[in-house]
């Protein structure tokens, strides 16, 4: 039994709700986001892992382009790729691909060149411009021996035996 006194009812304990600890302005917006009717539900306190980039094989890719190539009635494109979670710009980049064999384009920086590359490209030039000095120089040779021939002047023996005559 309950005891009144003087028709007073006794004090009801008040239970704090979670909206009682924000700002007037806080409890609005979250009014404003859920429907009369609908129970809130705290946000999820837990942190969600850092996005990565999604990689797609080429395998795949082949096969959503033909199922995409292969869709006769019309929306049937959109709610493949709302299905797959993909965008209408991966069929473009992958149609892209597959124009050119389906090979990927490497992102971030350009790898290294070898040294020895660059050694290479520098002999090569190198070579080629004493090649081509060369055959001015026998070019040369040759004029002079034929110039020999017709003024009658003698040429130098090839070999000398240590004598000077």
Same mark, same amino acid.
């Given at each position: 039994?309950?005891?009144?006194?003087?028709?007073?009812?006794?004090?009801?304990?008040?239970?704090?709700?979670?909206?009682?600890?924000?700002?007037?302005?806080?409890?609005?917006?979250?009014?404003?986001?859920?429907?009369?009717?609908e129970a809130t !539900?705290?946000?999820?306190?837990?942190?969600?892992?850092?996005?990565?980039?999604?990689?797609?094989?080429?395998?795949?890719?082949?096969?959503?382009?033909?199922?995409?190539?292969?869709?006769?009635?019309?929306?049937?494109?959109?709610?493949? &790729?709302?299905?797959?979670?993909l965008y209408s710009?991966? &069929? !473009?980049?992958? @149609?892209?691909?597959? #124009?050119?064999?389906?090979?990927?384009?490497?992102?971030?920086?350009?790898?290294?060149? #070898?040294?020895?590359?660059?050694?290479?490209?520098?002999?090569?030039?190198?070579?080629? @411009?004493?090649?081509?000095?060369?055959?001015?120089?026998?070019?040369?040779?040759?004029?002079?021996?034929?110039?020999? &021939?017709?003024?009658?002047?003698?040429?130098?023996?090839a070999k000398s035996?240590?004598?000077?005559?």
């Amino acid at each position: 039994m309950k005891k009144q006194s003087a028709g007073v009812e006794p004090a009801v304990p008040v239970v704090a709700s979670p909206g009682a600890e924000r700002s007037e302005t806080e409890r609005r917006e979250v009014d404003r986001r859920v429907a009369p009717g609908e129970a809130t !539900t705290a946000p999820d306190p837990e942190v969600a892992a850092s996005a990565k980039r999604r990689q797609f094989t080429a395998e795949y890719k082949k096969r959503i382009l033909t199922e995409a190539e292969s869709a006769g009635e019309p929306g049937t494109i959109g709610a493949m &790729l709302r299905r797959e979670g993909l965008y209408s710009s991966h &069929l !473009t980049i992958w @149609r892209q691909q597959r #124009d050119r064999g389906l090979i990927p384009h490497r992102r971030g920086p350009k790898p290294k060149q #070898d040294p020895l590359v660059e050694e290479v490209r520098r002999l090569k030039l190198e070579v080629g @411009r004493l090649t081509q000095l060369l055959a001015r120089a026998e070019l040369i040779i040759d004029v002079q021996k034929k110039v020999s &021939l017709l003024l009658g002047i003698p040429l130098a023996a090839a070999k000398s035996d240590g004598s000077d005559s």
